[in-house]
């Protein structure tokens, strides 16, 4: 079992609907949907293309997924999420846009927000004596040899190389899309999210997710609103 602690609008929200949709299955119910088809891309081609997103369901990583260490227990782990997200005050992200990363796209802030680099970093923080730590085999899959100085660090240090200083906000929506089809499926994205993008994103709650066996979809455990979220 391994745990990891994402941000995920909540279940009922209008984008949870719409990307669940678009990645074909919905992490709070594990219901599943057919693949959308489009004259310049095919429901099989999307299927595939959004295979990654879809086993790990719809968020944004803030601490990537661990094994508990040995000293503590899942109710251990969820009595210090309730009492973190009672304590911590949500706030939102003024843009919300589509971006490109590589090769895959997500939704992305419009511009570096400081509170949600900081929520971040405290939610890194707060749940690393949690972790377990990583085997030789998951820090090989890493591929350490590829990352900065500091993301090698972040990978010691936090079990993950893309935190504090290292962070990004993404909301994956595709894995490796080859660049022949990169228009076309920006230009997919920007339609079908057109509702959500450009304007602002509420960091609302904090959800635990959870991979009963290693490769298996991630489901959300709980989803555990931030203070003062509108409910």
């Avoid at 745990?3 to 279940?11: D, G, I, Q, V």
Wanted: no cysteine.
């Amino acid at each position: 079992m391994r745990y990891a602690l994402y941000f995920s609008p909540p279940k009922d929200d209008p984008l949870t609907g719409a990307a669940s949709l678009w990645l074909g299955r919905n992490a709070f119910t594990g219901e599943t949907y057919p693949a959308p088809e489009y004259a310049q891309l095919g429901a099989a081609e999307q299927f595939e293309l959004t295979a990654d997103p879809r086993r790990y369901g719809f968020h944004a990583t803030i601490k990537a997924p661990f094994s508990l260490a040995s000293s503590v227990t899942e109710k251990d782990l969820m009595a210090v999420a309730e009492d973190f997200a009672q304590r911590t005050q949500a706030f939102e992200i003024p843009e919300l846009v589509l971006g490109q990363l590589g090769r895959f796209f997500a939704l992305v802030p419009g511009s570096l927000h400081q509170p949600l680099q900081d929520f971040a970093a405290k939610v890194v923080r707060s749940f690393e004596p949690f972790r377990a730590a990583l085997s030789e085999a998951d820090m090989a899959r890493r591929n350490p040899e590829k990352l900065s100085d500091s993301q090698r660090t972040h990978l010691q240090r936090w079990g993950y190389p893309y935190v504090m200083e290292d962070f990004g906000f993404h909301m994956t929506l595709s894995g490796q899309v080859p660049e022949t089809r990169a228009q076309v499926m920006k230009a997919i994205l920007t339609e079908r999210f057109a509702d959500f993008t450009g304007r602002p994103l509420s960091i609302s709650g904090l959800a635990v997710f959870i991979e009963e066996t290693r490769g298996a979809p991630f489901k959300i455990h709980s989803w555990l609103p931030l203070a003062g979220a509108k409910s």
